[in-house]
């Protein structure tokens, strides 16, 4: 069983910058669709970012595009980040990345969460105004 390691998260003030990084155990297929999740505090977990890791086609939700970059390691292919600019207070949260086979990154928004099959542990993003 693969497992997912998030790491990079910390406190900063409004208007900077955190690169967080999942790392899986080991490369495999079954891991080619690559999500970044959210949950801020008293809301729903959100997916800010998703990234197919066979064509590298990249989705972002709509408050974190233009801010925020999804990207998969060019040489370390177990390794996707999640760039974060220009962070603002609203970005606050736990950050989990999740992955799972290729064709979960084409399925509905609504189910796609439940097909990720690996999860991280998450780590704290916080972002003082």
């Known amino acids: 069983q693969v497992q997912l390691s998030e790491s990079g998260g910390g406190s900063v003030k409004a208007g900077g910058a955190l690169r967080l990084s999942c790392t899986a155990s080991?490369?495999?297929?079954?891991?080619?669709?690559v999500g970044w999740f959210r949950q801020a505090p008293g809301k729903d977990r959100e997916e800010v970012a998703r990234?197919?890791?066979?064509?590298?086609?990249?989705?972002y939700e709509d408050s974190v595009r233009g801010r925020f970059t999804i990207s998969q390691d060019a040489v370390a292919k177990n390794t996707v980040y999640l760039q974060m600019d220009s962070l603002i207070a609203e970005d606050t949260g736990i950050y989990y990345c999740?992955?799972?086979?290729?064709?979960?990154?084409?399925?509905?928004?609504?189910?796609?969460?439940?097909?990720?099959?690996?999860w991280g542990q998450g780590t704290q993003v916080t972002v003082s105004s």
């Open positions: 999740a992955a799972g086979p290729a064709w979960v990154c084409g399925r509905p928004s609504a189910t796609r969460a439940r097909e990720l099959t690996v």
């Open positions: 990234i197919l890791t066979t064509i590298g086609s990249k989705y």
């Open positions: 080991r490369y495999s297929s079954s891991t080619n669709c």
